[in-house]
Structures are given as C-alpha cells and as structure tokens.
C-alpha cells in the first residue's frame, strides 16, 4: 500500500512536468564600429560578423526567429537590438501577441493622470 502512494504521489508530481517545454526568448544588443559602415558591402560583414559573435557567445539555445527590433546611432556605434526566440519561444510570443492589454486598476486616491 505504501508503494501504491508513492507511485501516485509521485505520478502526480512528474505529469505535469512532462507536457511542458522550456521556451527561451532573448533581447539582446550587439554593436558594429561606424567605420565598419564606409560602404553596404562592408556594413553587411560586420553586420554578419556581430550576428554570429552574438550566437556563438551571447545566447546558449538555437534560435528559430530572429529579429531586428530597433538599430541606434551613438557616437561611433551602430547598436543593433535582436529579439531571438527558440521553437517554443515563438509559440509564446505569439500568444503574448493575441493578448490585449488590461485597464490598470488605480486605488481610489490616484487620480488618472497624475504622477507617482
């Protein structure tokens, strides 16, 4: 009998478990020298040579999207922001995109509006 309670105790435990997956998504920012910018050939390469650097170094999990999400000029950096996502990653972010935003629930005594 005690057998037969641990079995399920420990059924219980594990079966959740075993249908989820791990899904990873990761922002991350990377920067080419404006130099690397003195014509599109040569742009591409440090482009090309800051992606890989950033697969290779920056994330531990292999992406199945990613994407440019913004690019910054500052001082003598060009910044790139990817967004990069696993398989599961994707099926995340795309449930976050069907999501619509909820009215924040303000206490009585902040008036909408003001600054806190």
Same mark, same amino acid.
């Given at each position: 009998?005690?057998? =037969?309670?641990?079995?399920?105790? #420990?059924?219980?435990?594990?079966?959740? +478990?075993? /249908?989820?997956?791990? *899904?990873?998504?990761?922002?991350?920012?990377?920067?080419? #020298?404006?130099?690397?910018?003195?014509? @599109?050939?040569?742009?591409?390469?440090?482009?090309?040579?800051? +992606?890989?650097?950033?697969?290779a170094h #920056?994330?531990?999990? *292999?992406?199945?999207?990613?994407? =440019? %999400?913004?690019?910054?000029?500052? $001082?003598?950096?060009?910044? =790139?922001? =990817?967004?990069?996502?696993? @398989?599961? $990653? @994707?099926?995340?972010?795309?449930?976050?995109?069907?999501?619509?935003?909820?009215? !924040? %629930?303000?206490?009585?005594?902040? #008036? !909408? /509006?003001?600054?806190?």
């Amino acid at each position: 009998m005690k057998r =037969l309670i641990t079995t399920i105790v #420990a059924l219980i435990i594990v079966a959740p +478990l075993a /249908g989820s997956a791990m *899904a990873y998504v990761a922002v991350v920012t990377t920067s080419v #020298a404006v130099a690397s910018a003195a014509d @599109e050939a040569q742009l591409g390469r440090a482009v090309d040579a800051a +992606l890989a650097d950033v697969l290779a170094h #920056a994330i531990a999990f *292999a992406p199945t999207r990613m994407t =440019l %999400e913004g690019v910054r000029v500052i $001082g003598d950096r060009i910044y =790139l922001i =990817l967004l990069m996502a696993d @398989e599961e $990653g @994707e099926k995340s972010l795309e449930s976050f995109s069907t999501l619509s935003p909820r009215k !924040p %629930e303000l206490p009585d005594q902040i #008036a !909408p /509006g003001s600054t806190y």
